[in-house]
């Protein structure tokens, strides 16, 4: 009797695990029926760590529009006050960074990859971010966490607060036929994300109280329109959106970076939002990001920079470590870029949360041959409002992804020739 109990409660324990009832909670794509798996670890039993890639998404910053933006003539309500300027990086996401570089620190201390207190002989170790605010300082507070007791510098090529080529999303060597092709699949996805989102566009409508703002007022905004945007696609430029879908984005975007930011009853202008609703918030300006940067031809087209500095990396035997920091549009790309699946992440209200990261782990087996394992890394909806140490007890959210067309061996890994041919 003693024994079925047993079973009963573990029964029950996995299927709330699986309906997302347990610790990192439910999926962000409520569409998408592959089952992701959650560990409690990046590590492999088994293996030995030989390097570690990891691209990163800056973390919370304030919006990126200023005073007189649609942010104010599209509310009649005042937007919560920033620690940093419109764009950088807010005390709290320094603090959140920092923990998630410790995080990873006693994680590679564990591994054997780093000694404690390590102090990085050249070119062992690389900290590169984009030449914005909040990608340098996101590096550097990640640095920190990583490596407290290391001059380790932040590398950055540009001038101060311009995008380098290697992380900025733009269009090079393009034509009419790749123009047409590019199109006919942003198309295709805009009109299955559009399909899905107007309910989405009249819960920010209320939530922003858009029929008593200024805007609204005057006549020059009436509602949002699933439909109603136009796409352009110019060599040296990112792909761009203009209609309803961008200006409800940098709305969703302000909202949902207010919803980390702040105390509970200021995040929604005084309305109490559920989960699902936070995420249909969410889900305007992850549509926004995946017209513009996921559709094949345009993701291997704005990666390829990105990509071909990864694979470096990944090529570097004197390595040990690399963050490469820059923007969800970029985590976008390379992932669409690579075709990896589809995925689910438990109590994440965005597909490409704050501050996340997608990291590469080369390893390798008894017998010497080298694997890749993939994996996205994230701070929870809890962790991040609630800024809890990450540890052992209280990792960040692990999520397994996979590579469509390639066969993972029985513990997740890829071969390295496997991956670097479809880095190729």
Same mark, same amino acid.
């Given at each position: 009797?003693?024994?079925?109990?047993?079973?009963?409660?573990?029964?029950?324990?996995?299927?709330?695990?699986?309906?997302?009832?347990?610790?990192?909670?439910?999926?962000?794509?409520?569409?998408?029926?592959?089952?992701?798996?959650?560990?409690?670890?990046?590590?492999?039993?088994?293996?030995?760590?030989?390097?570690?890639?990891?691209?990163?998404?800056?973390?919370?910053?304030?919006?990126?529009?200023?005073?007189?933006?649609?942010?104010?003539?599209?509310?009649?309500?005042?937007?919560?006050?920033?620690?940093?300027?419109? +764009? *950088?990086?807010?005390?709290? &996401?320094?603090?959140? %960074?920092?923990?998630? $570089?410790?995080?990873?620190?006693?994680?590679? #201390?564990?591994?054997?990859?780093?000694?404690?207190?390590?102090?990085?002989?050249?070119?062992?170790?690389?900290?590169?971010?984009?030449?914005?605010?909040?990608?340098?300082?996101?590096?550097?507070?990640?640095?920190?966490?990583?490596?407290?007791?290391?001059?380790?510098?932040?590398?950055?090529?540009?001038?101060?607060?311009?995008?380098?080529?290697?992380?900025?999303?733009?269009?090079?060597?393009?034509?009419?036929?790749?123009?047409?092709?590019?199109?006919?699949?942003?198309?295709?996805?805009?009109?299955?994300?559009?399909?899905?989102?107007?309910?989405?566009?009249?819960?920010?409508?209320?939530?922003?109280?858009?029929?008593? +703002? *200024?805007?609204?007022?005057? &006549?020059?905004?009436? %509602?949002?329109?699933? $439909?109603?945007?136009?796409?352009?696609?110019? #060599?040296?430029?990112?792909?761009?959106?203009?209609?309803?879908l961008k200006t409800a984005c940098s709305l969703s975007d302000a909202l949902v970076l207010?919803?980390?930011?702040?105390?509970?009853?200021?995040?929604?202008?005084?309305?109490?939002?559920?989960?699902?609703?936070?995420?249909?918030?969410?889900?305007?300006?992850?549509?926004?990001?995946?017209?513009?940067?996921?559709?094949?031809?345009?993701?291997?087209?704005?990666?390829?920079?990105?990509?071909?500095?990864?694979?470096?990396?990944?090529?570097?035997?004197?390595?040990?470590?690399?963050?490469?920091?820059?923007?969800?549009?970029?985590?976008?790309?390379?992932?669409?870029?690579? +075709?990896?699946?589809?995925?689910?992440?438990?109590?994440?209200?965005?597909?490409?949360?704050?501050?996340?990261?997608?990291?590469?782990?080369?390893?390798?087996?008894?017998?010497?041959?080298?694997?890749?394992?993939?994996?996205?890394?994230?701070?929870?909806?809890?962790?991040?409002?609630?800024?809890?140490?990450?540890?052992?007890?209280?990792p960040p959210c692990i999520v397994e992804l996979k590579f469509n067309g390639l066969e993972?061996?029985?513990?997740?890994?890829?071969?390295?020739?496997?991956?670097?041919?479809?880095?190729n």
């Amino acid at each position: 009797m003693k024994n079925l109990k047993r079973l009963i409660s573990l029964l029950l324990v996995v299927t709330f695990c699986i309906t997302g009832v347990c610790g990192c909670g439910n999926a962000n794509n409520p569409n998408n029926t592959t089952q992701s798996i959650v560990k409690n670890n990046l590590s492999k039993d088994g293996y030995k760590l030989e390097q570690v890639v990891v691209l990163s998404r800056h973390n919370i910053r304030s919006p990126l529009s200023e005073k007189g933006s649609v942010l104010d003539t599209m509310t009649p309500h005042n937007w919560i006050p920033w620690s940093s300027k419109a +764009s *950088e990086i807010s005390l709290r &996401g320094g603090i959140l %960074e920092t923990e998630m $570089g410790q995080y990873f620190r006693k994680w590679l #201390e564990k591994e054997g990859l780093f000694p404690e207190n390590y102090m990085p002989r050249d070119g062992e170790v690389r900290i590169y971010a984009n030449s914005k605010q909040r990608t340098i300082s996101t590096a550097n507070y990640f640095k920190t966490g990583l490596l407290p007791v290391s001059n380790q510098p932040v590398e950055y090529h540009m001038e101060f607060d311009a995008m380098d080529p290697v992380f900025n999303p733009r269009l090079t060597n393009i034509n009419d036929q790749f123009k047409e092709e590019a199109l006919q699949q942003m198309t295709e996805i805009y009109n299955s994300r559009m399909a899905e989102i107007s309910d989405n566009y009249k819960l920010l409508e209320e939530v922003i109280d858009v029929e008593e +703002s *200024e805007d609204y007022k005057s &006549g020059k905004f009436t %509602e949002f329109k699933p $439909g109603d945007d136009t796409f352009s696609l110019e #060599e040296m430029n990112e792909p761009a959106l203009k209609g309803s879908l961008k200006t409800a984005c940098s709305l969703s975007d302000a909202l949902v970076l207010q919803y980390y930011e702040a105390n509970p009853q200021n995040v929604a202008f005084g309305k109490h939002l559920s989960m699902k609703q936070w995420k249909d918030i969410a889900e305007i300006k992850d549509a926004y990001q995946d017209v513009l940067f996921s559709a094949p031809k345009i993701a291997t087209n704005i990666a390829s920079p990105l990509l071909k500095e990864i694979k470096a990396e990944l090529d570097n035997n004197t390595r040990s470590f690399s963050f490469l920091c820059g923007h969800d549009s970029n985590i976008s790309s390379v992932m669409s870029a690579l +075709s990896i699946e589809d995925y689910n992440l438990p109590n994440a209200i965005e597909k490409t949360p704050i501050g996340c990261k997608l990291v590469f782990c080369k390893w390798v087996d008894s017998s010497g041959k080298e694997y890749i394992s993939v994996d996205m890394v994230n701070q929870t909806i809890d962790q991040l409002k609630g800024m809890n140490l990450l540890d052992e007890s209280n990792p960040p959210c692990i999520v397994e992804l996979k590579f469509n067309g390639l066969e993972p061996n029985p513990n997740g890994l890829y071969t390295l020739e496997d991956v670097m041919k479809r880095f190729n």
